[in-house]
């Protein structure tokens, strides 16, 4: 799927409360992996575009990009859990989110899906050992899948 189909079907939800994104989860690969974040955290997907970089950002942080007049930093997925560094290409995407009142950008590989885990099929995450385990809400459940579910404010926070 491209990035605008991603962003036609985050635009026909229902975000009229809460309550409706409640379980929603938008998952997204980044190398072999596929993680997922609440979807109320969602703005909008747009294509991957020129990043301006800025000084003295930790090496996660690729920068900002300008989005219809908004500047709007973006980290790298990849960098940020030490992941080796690919091309970007077609299916690289922008996940704008909005958490505590910020609007940043998480670039991640391919964007998969909008889907739903309710709460009994969410597992707490394994021991936090590993280095992308500080980000980690939980571990869900999709049929004979598991999605890596992340706390998208510790990723900027943590």
């Known amino acids: 799927m491209t990035a605008e189909s991603h ?11 809460e309550d409706t994104l409640h ?31 800025v000084p003295d950002l930790p090496g996660y942080m690729k920068g900002v990009i300008n989005l219809r007049g908004r500047v709007i ?8 859990f030490g992941m080796s560094d690919r091309d970007y290409d077609e299916r690289t995407c922008i996940i704008v989110v909005h ?6 950008g998480l670039i991640i590989d391919e964007v998969k899906e909008v889907t739903e885990i309710a709460d009994n099929q969410i597992e707490p995450p394994p021991g936090r050992s590993a280095q992308t385990g500080q980000y980690v809400k939980g571990i869900g459940k999709v ?12 990723l900027f926070y943590a």
Do not use: C, W, Y
């Not at 962003?7 to 409360?17: C, N």
């Open 7 to 17: 962003l036609d079907m985050v635009a026909g939800m229902d975000v009229s409360s």
């Open 23 to 53: 379980g929603k989860f938008l998952v997204f690969k980044v190398g072999s992996e596929e993680f997922g974040i609440e979807i109320r955290h969602v703005t909008e997907i747009v294509g991957i575009q020129k990043i301006n970089e």
């Open 73 to 80: 930093p973006v980290m790298d997925i990849r960098t940020r």
């Open 99 to 104: 958490v505590d009142g910020e609007t940043s």
């Open 143 to 154: 049929n004979d899948e598991v999605k890596i579910l992340l706390d998208v404010q510790r």
